[in-house]
């Protein structure tokens, strides 16, 4: 199981990608396209048209990483297709990559105590 650590930012690029990129092709549609730097720590996540397909490219601090994973049976839980970026939590991203439904992932929100008045 991949489980990347809290607080950890997650970006879904909603709109298919061309499979055949590799991580330098993928990183030029990230700050080209997306506007996002793919050497800032953020897991960007991109799909494939079929829905069975997923890669995620990220920076550890000593390199570019690409990860690719292909379901042998179903396939992921996708947002919607359109233009633009999806955030996820870092468990959704962990559901989402076991093939669950990541939208039935729930992260609690931390209430920040109030300065005594």
């Known amino acids: 199981m991949i489980v990347p650590p809290a607080g950890v930012r997650v970006l879904v690029a909603s709109k298919p990608v061309d499979f055949r990129k590799g991580m330098?092709?993928?990183?030029?549609?990230?700050?080209?396209?997306?506007?996002?730097?793919?050497?800032?720590?953020?897991?960007?996540?991109?799909?494939?048209?079929?829905?069975?397909?997923?890669?995620?490219?990220?920076?550890?601090?000593?390199?570019?990483?690409?990860?690719?994973?292909?379901?042998?049976?179903?396939?992921?839980?996708?947002?919607?297709?359109?233009?633009?970026?999806m955030r996820l939590s870092p468990a959704q991203l962990a559901a989402l990559l076991e093939g669950l439904d990541w939208s039935r992932v729930h992260v609690p929100r931390i209430l920040r105590p109030r300065a005594a008045q």
């Open 24 to 85: 330098d092709g993928l990183a030029a549609l990230a700050r080209e396209t997306l506007g996002q730097d793919p050497f800032s720590g953020t897991v960007l996540v991109f799909r494939a048209k079929r829905a069975d397909r997923v890669k995620l490219l990220l920076w550890d601090g000593t390199g570019l990483m690409l990860v690719s994973k292909r379901l042998e049976q179903g396939g992921f839980r996708w947002p919607p297709v359109m233009n633009g970026l």
